[in-house]
């Protein structure tokens, strides 16, 4: 196969910052995706309806003008989040959900939740309004080992959580390992799961064999080779579980590059051909418009796309940056070639 037409996607995971970063970054995703879910782990966090209204007004000015690229906010969950901030989501046209970040799990998550059990009335309360809870499923002690941080999340704090909110929607954020694909594919219809290109795409020793390539360094970071098998299975297994979140996260190059680098990977100029290349590894690309276009906006309920995007294989070459006045952004796969590409959308 060398071409494929498949129904409008939506990135259901993204973060694209503000100011100067906003403005370099926006349109790559714009020109994909009809719609993407947008992390509210900014400095300050989005935390309220208002800020996050105010934070997708700043994304629609950064549009290149005609784009029907649709923002969809989210609200940063923390200890002192009021309750009554989770009814103003139910009712507020453009929030869609709350993030969980387990405080330090990762960028920006400082003011996230250290006690999650003393956040359960908040999780009844959008259980109540069915207000979905998008969570970075990661422990934060330091006792723990990066490597295993998923999993005992899962162990520890997840499967008690699914079990006390049976028909709280949750999305567990950028899958990493075959622990949690297991755990989604055995919880309710309620339990869905976002999966990244890097995780499809690569083991941990894109980090870290042959010196360190801080530009595939993300949290949760990538793991053994087994895990990517099992993401991949489940990715283009056809089971409406799983679907389309990048987790593109822009960080200067020069914080990446640094001997204390930013986690994230920036892969939104990308997304769609690299998600192409990795079904097409495990002979699936008749799975990717159902993983990438129907599962999500199912998920949170939404109208699926009506427009529609194809891919031609093509090979063209990654820039080594993406660059504005003050802004340099090493994307995923710089100076490199990729095999699939966008040519309308
Ligand atoms: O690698 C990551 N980068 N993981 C996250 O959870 C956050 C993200 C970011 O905001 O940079
Ligand atoms: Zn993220």
């Known amino acids: 196969m060398d071409k494929l037409t498949i129904s409008q996607p939506d990135d259901w995971h993204l973060h694209v910052r503000t100011g100067s970063i906003l403005r370099t970054v926006i349109d790559h995703s714009a020109r994909q995706f009809g719609r993407a879910v947008i992390m509210p782990n900014l400095k300050p966090p989005v935390t309220t309806v208002e800020q996050a209204l105010n934070y997708r007004q700043e994304i629609l000015d950064a549009l290149p003008l005609g784009s ?5 906010m989210t609200l940063y969950l923390t200890a002192n989040t009021p309750v009554a901030e989770i009814k103003k989501v139910a009712d507020a046209e453009h929030v869609y959900a709350f993030k969980l970040y387990p405080a330090g799990a990762t960028t ?4 996230g939740v ?10 009844a309360a959008m259980e109540k309004y069915d207000v979905p809870l998008l969570i970075h499923g990661e422990v934060t002690d330091a006792e723990y080992d990066i490597f295993d941080r998923e999993k005992i999340f899962i162990d ?3 499967s008690r959580l699914t079990r006390q909110f049976p028909t709280l929607r949750i999305v567990v954020e950028h899958l990493t390992t ?3 694909v297991q755990f989604v594919e055995s919880t309710g219809d309620n339990v869905a799961a976002t999966i990244t290109p890097q995780h499809l ?3 941990r020793n894109a980090i870290l064999a042959g010196g360190i390539h801080p530009h595939y360094y993300c949290l949760p970071i990538l ?7 099992a993401l991949l299975k489940a990715a283009s297994s056809g089971n409406p579980k799983f679907f389309l979140g990048t987790d593109s996260a822009p960080h200067l190059t020069a914080l990446k590059e640094n001997s204390c680098g930013c986690a994230g990977c920036y892969s939104a100029h990308a997304a769609l051909e690299l998600y192409a290349e990795a079904f097409e590894q495990v002979g699936a ?3 990717l418009e159902g993983f990438a276009s129907f599962y999500g906006a199912d998920f949170y309920g939404l109208p699926r796309n009506t427009s529609s995007v194809t891919l031609e294989k093509q090979a063209w070459r990654v820039p080594d940056v993406y660059a504005d006045t003050d802004v340099a952004i090493t994307p995923l796969r710089a100076g490199e070639q990729l095999q699939w590409r966008v040519v309308s959308a």
């Open 201 to 203: 795409l690569y083991n």
């Open 285 to 287: 690309l008749d799975k």
């Open 68 to 72: 029907a690229f649709q923002p969809l």
């Open 114 to 123: 250290a006690d999650i059990e003393a956040a359960y009335p908040l999780f």
């Open 156 to 158: 520890s704090k997840l």
């Open 223 to 229: 793991k053994r080779e087994h895990h990517r098998q």
């Open 108 to 111: 920006n998550s400082d003011a």
């Open 178 to 180: 075959q622990e949690a």
